[in-house]
């Protein structure tokens, strides 16, 4: 998977989220073998990109929606992880809007909402990338482990 793109910066939050989310991503085969791209990433944000391939629509020829939920759950796991800390789902929530089909190219934007203490709740928006329909929206809930991403240090 290519590393995050970001614009360089001197702000030391950034370099830690950059790091953070190379180092999480080149672990993360799951998000690889579907294609889930990471475009950008800064403290407590994360934009990914996955396009919608045919071998991953239903029998109805729209997008899976646990599919959906995985890119969603990327993003998420890019911004909760983007601190440095090394940070799990403690669980989420998605309402579907509209279906995504092949050749679709989808892009989820995650946000941090709250962050107190170990846990923290973060919103994601998935689009089609060509209209800017609204496919999905996911809530998700956060907690970091104590362990630090040792490449955060760096």
């Known amino acids: 998977m290519p590393e995050p793109s970001v614009p360089a910066t001197d702000d030391p939050g950034q370099g830690v989220a950059e790091r953070s989310t190379a180092q999480m ?11 889930i791209e990471v475009l950008a990433v800064s403290p407590g944000a994360a934009t990914v990109a996955m396009a919608v391939r045919d071998d991953m629509v239903n029998g109805w020829g729209l997008c899976h929606g646990g599919l959906v939920a995985t890119l969603a759950d990327t993003a998420f796991a890019v911004a909760c992880n983007s601190r440095g800390r090394v940070t799990v ?58 362990e630090v991403n040792p490449a955060a240090a760096d």
């Open 89 to 146: 789902a403690a669980g989420f929530d998605v309402s579907f809007l509209e279906p995504g089909r092949a050749g679709d190219r989808l892009v989820a934007d995650a946000r941090e909402v709250a962050l107190r203490g170990r846990s923290g709740l973060y919103d994601v928006t998935v689009r089609r990338e060509a209209d800017g329909a609204v496919l999905a929206e996911f809530r998700g809930r956060s907690r970091a482990t104590g």
């Open 25 to 35: 991503m080149r672990g993360d085969l799951a998000s690889a073998a579907l294609g």
